[in-house]
């Protein structure tokens, strides 16, 4: 099972990173651990500068924006 985190404070296109991750987790089959990082602090602990940002299993694999619905079946796959 993959560990995702998704880091935002809460925005728009936070919030939709994080529901996309989940719709295209379910709609493969895939069961992923999945977390979201709001703490401003945390965030910036991580070295993260640019929300949303994705981490799977340790790697930072999503920085800006709103994830293509390729790229995140390719990272829980």
């Known amino acids: 099972m ?3 985190e998704v880091f935002g404070t809460g925005c728009k296109t ?3 990173t994080e529901d996309m991750i ?3 987790a379910k709609s493969i089959g895939v069961e992923i651990d999945l977390y979201h990082i709001h703490d401003p602090v945390e965030i910036a ?3 993260i500068m640019t929300t949303p940002a994705v981490i799977v299993d340790g790697t930072l ?3 800006g924006g ?3 619905d390729a790229e995140i079946e ?3 796959k």
């Open 61 to 63: 694999v999503h920085k």
């Open 74 to 76: 390719g990272w829980i």
């Open 22 to 24: 989940k719709n295209k």
């Open 66 to 68: 709103l994830p293509h």
């Open 14 to 16: 936070c919030i939709a």
């Open 2 to 4: 993959k560990k995702v």
């Open 45 to 47: 602990s991580r070295g």
